[in-house]
């Protein structure tokens, strides 16, 4: 780790590293939690929760978004909402293993994080320029941020690569 540490004004490229890798890890678990709480409605009644949040929410059921989101609930099975978990658990499966690649500083998690992240870029921004919200905002800021820094990370390693392959072997 110390050869990292010889590129100037570098010396916090590993923990920017590892909290891009922390933050991938912390999105699979709020995934791997959200498809546990998707299987406790098989052979549930999933319309009497979306019926009591709408209630909560002290919106009119008859609405045009409250309407909506009922009819959606009612149209889900219990093999949609298996298909949805299942998918919810791979989607966390492919975070945990991005995490641990970077968090042992491996090019090819870098790489992952960059196509991964940068994927959805162009979605961001086509929900922005569709409707705007602080979180979809923050959201696509994150994003851009992570793939642009390990943009940086991965052109440090054109400029010095023995430097940040000895970190990669370290690790």
């Known amino acids: 780790?110390?050869?990292?540490?010889?590129?100037?004004?570098?010396?916090?490229?590993?923990n920017g590293i590892r909290t891009v890798a922390i933050f991938e890890a912390f999105k699979?678990?709020?995934?791997?939690?959200?498809?546990?709480?998707?299987?406790?409605?098989?052979?549930g009644d999933l319309q009497l929760l979306a019926d009591q949040i709408v209630k909560h929410l002290h919106m009119n059921p008859a609405r045009h978004n409250p309407h909506i989101?009922?009819?959606a609930i009612a149209g889900i099975s219990d093999?949609?909402?298996?298909?949805?978990?299942?998918?919810?658990?791979?989607?966390?499966?492919i975070r945990f293993i991005e995490a641990y690649g970077l968090w042992h500083i491996k090019a090819w998690a870098e790489w992952f994080a960059i196509l991964s992240g940068g994927i959805y870029i162009?979605?961001?921004?086509?929900g922005l320029f569709k409707h705007a919200t602080p979180i979809k905002g923050a959201i696509f800021v994150i994003n851009l941020f992570i793939v642009l820094y390990l943009?940086?990370?991965r052109s440090l390693n054109r400029k010095s690569p023995t430097?940040?392959?000895?970190?990669?072997?370290?690790?």
């Open 1 to 14: 780790m110390n050869n990292l540490l010889t590129i100037p004004g570098k010396k916090n490229i590993v």
């Open 122 to 126: 162009p979605v961001e921004i086509f």
């Open 69 to 71: 989101f009922l009819a």
């Open 79 to 93: 093999s949609r909402i298996k298909y949805l978990a299942v998918f919810a658990f791979l989607y966390s499966i």
């Open 151 to 153: 943009i940086y990370i």
């Open 163 to 171: 430097e940040l392959t000895n970190i990669q072997s370290e690790n």
């Open 28 to 43: 699979g678990i709020i995934v791997l939690l959200a498809g546990f709480a998707i299987l406790r409605f098989v052979h």
